[in-house]
C-alpha cells in the first residue's frame, strides 16, 4: 500500500492530503466527570481511650442550617454526577425497566383473606396509586367466580355489588400530604370497626384512627399519635394501644373504649428509659399479653380481653432479651420463646404450656416437646383444631399439623409421637412464613412458601381433609398470575401419601408430575456449597444460575449478605435478578454468622464483639465463588441491605480487589458515630446486636469493623453505588459520609465510580419506583463488568 501512495505524495493533489493528514486531529474521548469534593470540617472526638477526626461530621449537624445548606448543595452535586456517569447507559435503563416492569405481577387483589363471613381483600383500580381496603361477604362469593383462564379468580366488574369499600389509601394519601404508608392495620373482632396507623412524614411519626366499617366515617376518638402496637379487647369494643416517647421508645398502654366520649385509660407506663412495651391479643381474643423487654429481663403479662380494666397478671419472667409469644387454647396458655433453660443460654425456641387457671407463684411451666438437636422448630401457629409447626432439619424447612387439644400427660414427647401429618412443600425452599391466619375457628391455614427458583407461592392448607390450594402465584413464564382465589386446583395429600408418624419420613406430593408449582428449575439452577470460614466454621452459600447462559470461568456474579438480628438472608426468587440471569450472571446468597437459620449461637457469633465473623464469613464465600471458576475474576459484585450494606462494606475494605462492583442500599456505614451520638433513636436490640460504646471491648470491636472508620488510603476500590433516602426514617449522612471519604482516600479510578443515588420516598412502597431503581443498579453493575 505504501508503494502506491507515493505518487499521489508527489504532485499536488498529494501535497494537500499530506497538509490535511499533518493537521488531521484524531477525536478524543470525553473527560469523565469530576466526582464532587464536599467541604472538610475536621473535628476531633475523644472517648474511651480513643481519639479520632471526622472530616465530614458536618453533615449528620442537622441543627446547624449553614451545614444544611451544604449539604442540600452538596446532594445536588451528587445526583448530577451520578447522571453524568451513568448517562452512557440512557438507553440500557428503560429497556431494563421495560424487562423489570413486565414481570411484575399486577395482580387486581390480594389473596383474599376468610376471616368469620368476610373476604378481606387489598385491590388497585385503574389509574391510581395506591390500593383500596375491600370485603365481601364470602357466601355470595361462588356466584361471581370465573373459572376461565387466564383470568380465573373473582369477577370484579360483576361483583361490584357484593364489594364493600372500607378504605381507600388514594384518600389517605390526600389526608398526608400525598403520601399513604400503613404500619398497623386491625380489623375489631365484630367486624365492625378498623384501626389503623398511617405515617405522618412531616411529623415523624404513626397516627392511629379507627373507621366505622358500617359507616364509612372516621370515629372521634382515639385518635392518637406516635401509636406503635394495637390490640382489640371486649369483642371489639375496647381497642388498646402503645404510645412512643419523644425517642421512638414505647413506653405507655392505654384504653380507649369506642364511642365512649371519657378518656382514654393510661394502663401503664413504664420510665425506665431502657424497656420497651409490645401489646398482641391471642388469636381467640380472649386475652391481650402485654410484652416489657430490657438487655436484663424479658417480661410478659396477661389482660383479660373482656374487662380489660381489671389490671393485669404478670405470667412469665426470665433474664436477657428474650422473644417470647404467648397464645391461648381451651383453658392452657403456651408459649413459644427462646429464653435461657435454668441459666444456660439455648440455640433455639421451644413450646412451653401452663394452665390458665395455675395458682402456683411462680407459675410453672412444661415443655410440649423433649429437646431434639436434628429438629428445630423456627415457628408455631395455632387454631381451635390444630397446632401447626413450621421446622427445620439442617437447610430443609417443613410444615407440619398436630391435631388439638394435646395428650393431658404432664411429660414432654418427641414430635414423632403426636403424630404429625406433613405437608407438601417444593424443591429448594427457602423461607416459610406463616399468614395472618386471623380466623381462629377455621380448619385453613396460610402460608408464604419461598423458594431462590420459584415465586413466592400464597398457599391455603386445609388442616381437616389435607387438601391444599395455591391461591396466588405468579408464573414468570406466561407473565401472569397463574392462580388467582376461587380456582379448583386441589390435592388431596391422603390420595398420595399415607400419614405419616415418623418425622425423618418423608410426606411430600411428588408434585413435579403434576406441575403444580411454578417452579422455574428447569431454567435456573440452584445449587448449595458449604464453606469453611477462616476459623473453619461452615458457612452455606445459595448460588443461582441460568443453565443456558452459565458459562465455565467466564461470569460476572453478585453475592449477597446480611448478617444481622438474627434474621434469614432473603433468598426469595425476585424477578429484576432474572435480568441479570438471562444475561449470564450468577447470582449467591452467603448465610453468614449474624444472621438466622444456625440459631441463636450463629446469630451471637456475628454481632458485638464477633462481628468480624460476619465479614470473614462474606469473603470466605467470594473467595470461594472465584477460586472454584463459579464467577469470574474480577468480576465479582456485592449486594448489601441496612445492616448488610455494613457487611458488604467491611469485606471491601478488607478486601478491595477482590471485588469489582458494589450495591449498598440504605446502608449502615458509620456505626461508631451511629452508636454514641445517635441521631434517630436506637433500641435495645441494636446496641445488643452492634455493641454497646460504654463496653470497652465492644468499641474497639466497633472501631474495628466500621466501614467509615477502616477506609483503606491508597488502595484501588470497586465501583460502587450507593443508594439512600431524603426521608427521615433514613440517615442519609451515612452514605453520604462514607462516599466522601472513599473518594478522597481511594485511588481515583473513573472506570470504578463511587456513586451516591437519592431517592425522596420510600422506594418500597411504589413499584414504579423500584422497577426504577433496580434498573438503575442492573445496569450500573452491566456497565462496571462491561467496561
Known sequence: MRHLLIPLLRGRLGRRLFYRWAHFKVPTAPAPPTPPRPPRKPQSFTFQDSTWEDPYSWMSNLGDKVAMRHMDVYMEQEEKYTEAVMSDTERLQPKLQSEMASRLAFDLSTPPLHWGPWLYYRRVEE???????????????????????????????????????????????????????????????????????????????????????????????????????LA???????????????????????????????????????????????????????????????????????????????????????????????????????????????????????????????????????????????????????????????????????????????????????????????????????????????????????????????????????LSNGKWNIIQQQNILHERTRILYGTVSSVSIAENNSNTKNSNSTNEVNVEDDNMWNDLSEFYACEHYDVSSHDGVVVPLTIVYSHKNKKENQNPGLLHGHGAYGELLDKRWRSELKSLLDRGWVVAYADVRGGGGGGKKWHHDGRRTKKNNSTKDYLSCAKFLIERGIVQENKLAGWGFSAGGLLVASAINSCPDLFRAAILKVPFLDPTNTLLYPILPLTAVDYEEFGY???????????????????????????????????????????????????????????????????????????????????????????????
Open 693 to 787: 460504646p460504654g463496653d470497652v471491648d465492644d468499641f474497639h470491636a466497633i472501631q474495628k469493623y466500621s466501614p467509615y472508620d477502616n477506609i483503606q488510603k491508597d488502595a484501588l476500590y470497586p465501583a460502587v453505588l450507593v443508594t439512600s433516602s431524603f426521608n427521615t426514617r433514613f440517615g442519609v449522612w451515612e452514605a453520604a459520609k462514607w462516599v466522601a471519604r472513599v473518594r478522597e482516600l481511594a485511588i481515583y479510578d473513573p472506570k470504578r465510580p463511587i456513586l451516591l443515588n437519592l431517592t425522596t420516598d420510600i422506594v418500597e412502597e411504589n413499584r414504579y419506583l423500584q422497577c426504577k431503581e433496580s434498573a438503575l443498579e442492573t445496569a450500573f453493575l452491566i456497565k462496571v463488568m462491561e467496561s
Open 127 to 229: 389509574g391510581k396509586q395506591y390500593p383500596v381496603l375491600c370485603r365481601r361477604l364470602a357466601s355470595l362469593n361462588e356466584e361471581f367466580i370465573s373459572h376461565k383462564s387466564p383470568s380465573a379468580g373473582f369477577d370484579f366488574t360483576s361483583g361490584k355489588r357484593i364489594e364493600q369499600k372500607l378504605l381507600d389509601y388514594n384518600q389517605e394519601a390526600e389526608r398526608f400530604g400525598g403520601y399513604a404508608y400503613e404500619e398497623l392495620s386491625e380489623v375489631s373482632p365484630d367486624h365492625k370497626f378498623l384501626a389503623y396507623t398511617m405515617y405522618d412524614k412531616d411529623n415523624d411519626y404513626f397516627r392511629l384512627s379507627v373507621r366505622n366499617l358500617n359507616s364509612g366515617a372516621l370515629c372521634s376518638k382515639p385518635q392518637a399519635e406516635r401509636v406503635s402496637n
Open 232 to 462: 382489640w379487647a371486649k369483642d371489639g369494643q375496647a381497642l388498646l394501644y402503645v404510645v412512643t416517647d419523644k425517642n421512638k421508645r414505647p413506653y405507655r398502654i392505654y384504653c380507649s373504649m369506642i364511642g365512649s366520649t371519657d378518656e382514654d385509660v393510661l394502663l401503664m407506663e413504664e420510665s425506665d428509659d431502657n424497656v420497651h412495651i409490645n401489646i398482641r391479643h391471642t388469636k381467640d381474643f380472649r386475652f391481650v399479653t402485654v410484652n416489657t423487654f430490657s438487655t436484663t429481663s424479658s417480661k410478659v403479662f396477661l389482660i383479660n380481653a373482656a374487662d380489660p380494666l381489671s389490671g393485669m397478671t404478670l405470667i412469665w419472667d426470665c433474664e436477657g432479651i428474650a422473644h417470647c409469644i404467648v397464645e391461648h387454647h381451651q383453658g392452657c396458655l403456651y408459649i413459644f420463646t427462646d429464653a435461657a433453660k435454668e441459666s444456660q443460654s439455648v440455640d433455639y425456641h421451644y413450646l412451653l404450656r401452663s394452665p390458665v387457671d395455675a395458682s402456683s407463684s411462680p407459675r410453672v411451666w412444661e415443655s410440649v416437646f423433649l429437646d431434639d438437636g436434628d429438629l428445630i422448630i423456627e415457628d408455631v401457629d395455632f387454631s381451635d383444631t390444630h397446632l401447626v409447626l413450621i421446622t427445620r432439619e439442617g437447610q430443609k424447612f417443613r410444615i407440619c399439623s398436630v391435631t388439638l387439644p394435646l395428650p393431658a400427660g404432664k411429660e414432654a414427647v418427641q414430635l414423632k409421637d403426636l403424630n404429625p401429618y406433613f405437608l407438601p412443600l417444593p424443591k429448594y425452599v427457602s423461607q416459610i412464613s406463616s399468614g395472618p391466619n386471623y380466623d381462629y375457628y377455621s380448619s385453613s391455614m396460610r402460608f408464604t412458601i419461598s423458594s431462590p427458583v420459584m415465586p413466592d407461592a400464597v398457599v391455603d392448607y386445609d
